[in-house]
C-alpha cells in the first residue's frame, strides 16, 4: 500500500489468518533489530479506515472458504525495502549469486536476533538493489512468528529460526563473527526494549497489558541465553559452521 508519507509499505492488518499478536511481534523484533544495527524495514503504524476498504475489494482475506474484508483500523506496516519504480526485490537467491550479496555477513547477527526472541518460523529475507546496480542487499523481513506467534513463550529447538541455506553462514569463523550485533543484544539497556515495547498499539494485543509485560521481562531475561542458543544450533545435524575455530 502506498501510504500518506508518499512510502510503500507492507501492511498487516489485525484479522490476519496467523493471529492478532502477529502484528505486535512484528514491530517489537523488527524495530529491537533496527537497535541491534541489522537491516530490517522500517516499521510503522498504519490506519486504514472503513471507506477505504469498502471501496477496494482487493483489501479482502482469502481463506479457505469464503472471503472477508479486512478489518479497519490501526495496522502494522512494513516499508517496503526499495520503491519498486526504483529496484528490484527477490524474497530468494539462488545459491550461486549469494556472492553478488553485499551484506552477507548480517545473517550470522539476524540468527543471533531470532534465538534472542524465539523465532518459530524459518529466517526470511528480501534481496533487493537499485536499478544499474549489480549487487544485492539483504534486508530480513517477517517477523511474525518471533516469540513463538500468538504463544508469547519461547520453546527453544536448534533448528528453529534459522536460513534454510547453510551458504549464508560460510563466513562466520566463531564468535567474533556475531560482532557487533551479539554483544548489542547482550548489553541492551532494559529501557530500550520497554521502550519498543511501550510503541506497541494496545490493539494489537487485545489490551492484556500483563501478557505484554510477561513477554518482555522474560526478553531481557534471555539476553544472556542466546551464545547458549547458537552454540545449540551450531551443533546440530546442520553443521553450519563448518569454518568455526576456537581460540586458543
Not at 502477529?22 to 544495527?37: F, H, I, S, Y
Request: aromatic share 12%.
Amino acid at each position: 500500500m502506498r501510504c500518506s508519507d508518499g512510502n510503500f509499505y507492507v501492511v498487516k492488518f489485525r484479522n490476519n489468518p496467523q493471529h492478532l499478536r502477529v502484528l505486535a511481534n512484528e514491530m517489537l523484533a523488527t524495530r529491537l533489530a533496527d537497535r541491534v544495527g541489522l537491516p530490517v524495514p522500517v516499521t510503522e503504524v498504519v490506519e486504514v479506515n472503513e471507506w477505504l476498504i469498502e471501496h477496494t475489494p482487493e483489501l479482502s482475506i482469502q481463506l479457505a472458504h469464503n472471503t472477508i474484508p479486512c478489518q479497519a483500523g490501526l495496522q502494522f506496516g512494513s516499508q517496503y525495502v526499495v520503491n519498486p519504480m526504483l529496484g528490484q526485490v527477490f524474497d530468494y537467491m539462488p545459491v550461486e549469486m549469494l556472492g553478488r550479496v553485499r551484506n552477507l555477513e548480517t545473517f550470522a547477527g539476524m540468527l543471533a536476533l531470532d534465538k534472542w526472541t524465539g523465532n518459530a518460523n524459518g529466517r526470511q529475507a528480501a534481496f533487493w538493489r537499485f536499478s544499474r546496480q549489480k549487487l544485492y542487499s539483504a534486508s530480513f523481513i517477517d517477523q511474525g512468528y518471533c516469540f513463538n506467534a500468538g504463544e508469547w513463550n519461547f520453546p527453544d529447538f536448534p533448528l528453529r529460526g534459522v536460513y534454510a541455506r547453510n551458504e549464508v553462514y560460510a563466513g562466520v569463523r566463531g564468535w567474533e563473527s556475531f560482532d557487533p550485533w551479539l554483544p548489542q543484544i547482550e548489553t541492551m539497556h532494559k529501557d530500550v526494549v520497554w521502550g519498543v515495547v511501550n510503541e506497541i498499539p494496545p490493539e494489537w494485543y487485545e489490551s492484556q497489558a500483563d501478557e505484554l509485560e510477561k513477554l518482555a521481562r522474560a526478553l531481557i531475561e534471555r539476553q544472556q541465553k542466546v551464545r547458549e542458543l547458537i552454540a545449540a544450533f551450531r551443533g546440530s545435524s546442520r553443521n553450519p559452521f563448518p569454518d568455526w575455530r576456537d581460540q586458543a
